[in-house]
């Protein structure tokens, strides 16, 4: 399968743990998204990466978030601290470089913060 | 900033009738437009796309899609629904380097 792979699908934690998420994109994309979705509510956009530079990050991300792209293949995002209002489905999408904006997305990553 | 409203949350229709959903967007420059669809269980997929050119585009499954720069609007339809439509669709614009979706409309098929 060539698509784009995140890793763990599901994970329960306690509060104040940190979590992490890999997300693999298609080989031949050169931009990545991470997006998080709360039931009832549609993706929204969390930080995105041209390559390894990461380009933009939203106000959503408090700084509890991070995420890296070292070699502009895999990406990381990691949860410190983790809180109750962090559940919630972490997706990855990523997209090639040329032409318009396509998102290509992963299965995502169920967050559950207990 | 772009933003996409859509103002059906939840859409419940018999087989074989016909399906529009509404969606709405703003931005202030060129814009790209999706629509998404998410099968129970499944990732969000692609269904059509509209970059430039004819406004009405076609996508997978027999679905359309409508843009109207006057109205700000990329409806979704399908003349004649079947119950494997049911699903969550998702409205999406593009604006510099990021897709903004809208909340999604649960759509529900009876047989």
């Known amino acids: 399968d060539t698509g784009v792979s995140q890793d763990p699908r599901h994970k329960i934690t306690k509060r104040g743990q940190n979590v992490t998420f890999r997300c693999d994109p298609i080989?031949?994309?050169?931009?990545l998204y991470w997006y998080r979705q709360t039931l009832g509510q549609g993706p929204e956009f969390l930080t995105y990466?041209?390559?390894?530079?990461?380009?933009?990050k939203s106000r959503l991300l408090s700084d509890r978030f991070s995420a890296e792209r070292p070699k502009g293949s895999f990406s990381t995002l990691e949860i410190q601290r983790t809180e109750q209002g962090d559940s919630a489905m972490y997706l990855c999408?990523?997209?090639?470089?040329?032409?318009?904006?396509?998102?290509?997305f992963g299965e995502g990553s169920r967050l559950t913060v207990l | 900033a772009q933003s996409v409203s859509q103002h059906n949350h939840h859409v419940i229709l018999s087989e074989a009738a016909s399906l529009e959903l509404g969606c709405n967007y703003s931005?202030?420059?060129?814009?790209?437009l999706f629509w998404y669809v998410q099968y129970p269980g499944q990732h969000l997929q692609l269904l059509l796309k509209?970059?430039?050119?004819?406004?009405l585009v076609k996508g997978i499954k027999g679905f359309e899609a409508e843009f109207i720069k006057s109205k700000f609007s990329f409806n979704l339809r399908k003349p004649s629904v079947q119950w494997s439509d049911t699903a969550e669709y998702f409205c999406?614009?593009?604006?510099?380097?990021?897709?903004?979706f809208g909340t999604g409309t649960k759509l529900q098929v009876i047989p």
């Open positions: 931005y202030g420059g060129t814009v790209n």
């Open positions: 509209y970059f430039s050119g004819d406004p």
């Open positions: 999408a990523s997209s090639p470089s040329v032409g318009a904006l396509e998102l290509f």
């Open positions: 999406a614009v593009t604006g510099y380097q990021k897709v903004t």
């Open positions: 080989s031949e994309h050169n931009r």
């Open positions: 990466f041209q390559n390894e530079a990461q380009l933009e």
